[in-house]
């Protein structure tokens, strides 16, 4: 695996890669700024949308290699597994792999359901499953691997086994209970930096004032909340003029392409209304749309 120089922000390169040595596979990203793998609003027009902002890399949200529901996958996003188990793993990587960046694997979900089902963050106590899943995704694919882990007990006993299986970690130094509220343990995760051999990519409340100072002390940062409807944001973060000046029409446009359902669009219509003066007024709006073209004509008119 190679990365270059990354010790602050003025000696970053210009081209950055990780991968896998031992299989000769690399992947290389324009700059250290990743979309954040999230299950709702990590659509295909919002992951395009993002790249066309200048994002080095976007995340699909969760996704169970059970599920047999087609995905679309034509901007070729970093692809997170969630699961308890190996079980239909090699068949999935197998279909999608092509369409890969790279594979990653979910051990941070601190949901409802991820607790009653035992996946995420509650896996951390079942040690030899994660690294048999881990094992399985490294034998099923050439691609990077990486993992996106949250604070806990078992958290750097997982990571060590990890650096056997992965390109980078991704950490989140909140935990379980504290789900995305108070806030991230930051010395936890510099920490967990200065003990690995491998890139780490830290997540978990990374903003426009203080992502450029992160990546001083991290070779990557993940953006999520702070980029619900506003993929604007890694255009802004690296000074650039390509500001996409009406995403959420194009917003739209994407996702009429990939045939997304009206439910979908709503979620995200209500999400583009963040950071408006007229916001609230524009969701109330917004909850009261029936169709497609209520929300068009709405999105318009504000």
């Given amino acids: 695996m190679k990365i270059g120089n990354l010790k602050s922000e003025r000696q970053m390169p210009k081209h950055l890669s990780l991968g896998c040595s031992d299989k000769g596979s690399s992947l290389t990203f324009k700059n250290r700024f ?83 089902l035992g996946f995420g963050v509650f896996l951390h106590n079942n040690i030899e499953t994660i690294e048999s899943i881990l094992k399985i995704i490294k034998n099923s694919t050439k691609k990077p691997i990486t993992i996106k882990i949250r604070k806990s007990s078992e958290t750097e006993r997982i990571i060590k086994i990890a650096e056997k299986y992965c390109s980078a970690i991704c950490i989140h130094p909140r935990t379980a209970e504290q789900g995305y509220s108070g806030e991230p343990d930051i010395e936890y995760a510099e920490k967990i930096k200065s003990r690995v051999k491998i890139p780490v990519i830290y997540s978990g409340n990374v903003n426009e004032k203080n992502a450029k100072e992160l990546l001083k002390k991290f070779d990557f940062v993940m953006i999520g909340r702070e980029a619900i409807g506003d993929p604007n944001i890694f255009s802004r973060l690296q000074g650039k003029s390509n500001i996409i000046k009406y995403p959420f029409q194009e917003y739209l446009k994407l996702a009429e392409k990939y045939k997304l359902k009206y439910s979908q669009i709503k979620i995200q219509a209500l999400a583009f209304t963040r950071k408006k003066e007229n916001a609230k007024k524009i969701r109330l709006e917004i909850v009261k749309a029936k169709t497609l073209d209520d929300i068009k004509k709405i999105m318009r008119e504000f």
Wanted: glycine letters at 8%; a positive charge; charged letters at 20%.
């Fill in 34 to 116: 990743f979309l954040a793998p999230m299950l709702e609003y990590n659509d295909i027009a919002f992951r395009l949308l993002c790249k066309k902002a200048g994002v080095g890399l976007v995340y699909t949200g969760m996704v169970n290699p059970l599920n047999p529901k087609a995905i679309a996958l034509d901007d070729k996003p970093g692809i997170q597994l969630f699961s308890t188990s190996s079980k239909g793993i090699p068949a999935f990587i197998k279909k999608y792999d092509s369409k890969a960046s790279l594979w990653d694997f979910n051990l941070g979900c601190p949901s409802k359901i991820a607790k009653k």
